[in-house]
């Protein structure tokens, strides 16, 4: 029993390192792409518009949302305290550090990611890739590089976004719906919201779109013939950005804590 057990734990990490090791590859091979090979910009540009403008209003409405109700439930257990002007400092950090990244790149996993996921696999399914091939046309340079290049741009913009609707919607509830002072709200939420804190997102922000356009796309390449293998890929695609974002998220927070500590202005 125990070495069937073994046996079964033992092929799981096995199967894991293989694939993680096929996404380093493909991230490699697409960033060597990206410096070393013409650029298509106008797959670029398509790009920038279905991942960053199309993904606007999910981000709008979870980052709205994520502000007010923060912000609701920290006055809740704050007041009981006294400390009723600290919300404004608590919602405007939390957001910035670590609401806003990880909730926005969980929704672009789930919007963006599947979408890449479904529609390179079905490109596969269907041969579309081997015909790249076939004119010449690497698939990575056609297909991975205009997407990742877009992501890193507007990945970082949608979490800025987010962030900033996030905190009005934030100071919304707290002064206007909970009451609290609008000047001690506003001076707090400046005197503890430091640099440190906008270059944390941004770089967390930068760091999840990579994560889910390479895994998105590495299950669209490697997706099985037919249907079911598309809808199998897309599903894995989302599930496995969206636990890279999470499990990712520990390993950034304490890097840039260490990298910008508590003294960095």
Known sequence: MFA??????GGKVISFFIYAGEVVLLATETLTSAFTHKIRWRLFQYQIVDIGLRSQLVVMITGAFTGAVFAAQTYFQFNKLGMGSAVG????????????????????????????SAEIGTMKVTEQIDALRA???????YLVVPRTLAMMVSMPLLVAESIGIG?????????????????????????WTLLRDLIMALTKALC????????????????????????????????????????????????????FPAGFQ
Do not use: Q, W
């Open 4 to 9: 069937r057990l073994f046996t079964a734990l």
């Open 89 to 116: 400092s608590v919602v405007s950090v939390s957001i910035c550090r670590e609401l806003g990244p990880v909730l926005t790149g969980l929704m672009i996993a789930g919007r963006v990611g599947a979408s890449m």
């Open 135 to 141: 004119l010449a046309v690497h698939p990575i340079d």
């Open 167 to 191: 905190i009005v919607a934030g100071y919304f509830v707290g002064v206007h719906l909970l009451e609290l002072n609008g000047t001690y709200y506003v001076a707090n939420m400046v005197r």
């Open 208 to 259: 999840f779109g990579l994560l889910i356009v390479f895994i998105s796309c590495h299950k669209g390449l490697t997706s099985r013939e037919g249907a079911v293998g598309v809808g199998r890929a897309t599903t894995e695609a989302v599930v496995n950005a969206s636990l890279a974002v999470l499990i990712f998220n520990f390993f950034l927070t304490m890097a840039l804590n260490i990298v």
